[in-house]
């Protein structure tokens, strides 16, 4: 269902985006700004999920304060005359790459466990028959 | 058993809207970057704007300095051809005025003219040395120019007696009538030849017929001969 959800929201998006004016170019480093930011919280939420802890409610405020503040820390750097928005980029990067860190561990670990049960259940039904032979 | 589906429904729709608006934002952005022209003005970011004013800024500043030194160039070029046409005029006026001090040109001015007549029962006859001395006189009294039968007299014109009586003047024979024209103060000019013991005095005093006579005008023709050097270095 989520799934489902995500994919629909994903599709509606392309189309409204693909009809959507075009902002000026100006506003697209802010844009993009946003775009890292929830990009981020998206990668965040998927390792909350796994790691059990997810929010609805801290998912959605971080999702849009997230890309917000970044925006906003951007005009700002932009008045002081300070590249912010680099720090930000360097910020969400690397924290999407620590979520996505997590995901691949859960998923590996979850792999790697299957095998051995499937190894295990292999050597047990052969023990069974073995036992039975005997 | 509700309550976990209506929470897992909010679930799906709150993850749908953000999906939604990431994808739009995110499509949007790819539009824009898409459709930009990186080479354009509007476009350009704040520093690239920047650099590139500073780069037309040192265009433009270079390309003042070539103008300014082009203009300097120009003006000394102006300068020099203004000079080279003052030393030119320098130059023929100096010429004039030496072809004038040489005697090659025509000439007229305030002057006398002096005409000796040979008498043939004088005490002794017009020779070489009464024009030479006539000539020196009037040097002396300041002419500026001097003929004698239209001889022009020039730095190195020679008046010598040949043989008997015969006279030549620039290596040109001169007969009597002798008829000497001189440019210069006319009352200093008559003065030097009749005073006492002046050359025109001797002359009347052995007997030849001497008049002299001031003009407002005596005009003196050129030295008719060419003046070249072939020994002086």
Known sequence: MVLIAIIIGCLLGAIIGMNAPTISYTYSSYLAIAIVAALDSVFGGIASVINRKFDIKIFVSGFFGNAILAILLTILGEKLNVDIYLAAIVVFVWRMFMNLGTIRRYYVEKWTSKVKQMREQKNNEKQNTEENEV | MKNIKKGKIILTIVIGIACLVLATVMFMQFKIVNQADINELEVMREEELRTELANWKANYQEAELQYEQKAQTLEEYNKREAS????????????????????????EGPGIVITLKENEDAEAA?????????????????????????????????????????????QQRVFAPYIIKAIGNQTYLESALLGNGGEADKLIKIGHDVNIEKYNKVEISSYNKELTTKYIE
């Open chain 2, 126 to 170: 017009i020779t070489a040395d009464n024009l030479n001395m006539i000539v020196n006189s009037l040097k002396e009294a300041g002419a500026e120019a001097i003929s004698i039968n239209g001889e022009r007299i020039v730095n190195m014109s020679d008046i010598v007696l040949i043989s008997n009586s015969i006279i030549r003047v620039n």
């Open chain 2, 84 to 107: 080279d046409s003052e030393t030119a005029e320098l130059v023929e006026k100096e010429l004039t005025e030496v072809n004038l001090l040489l005697g090659k040109t025509d000439v």
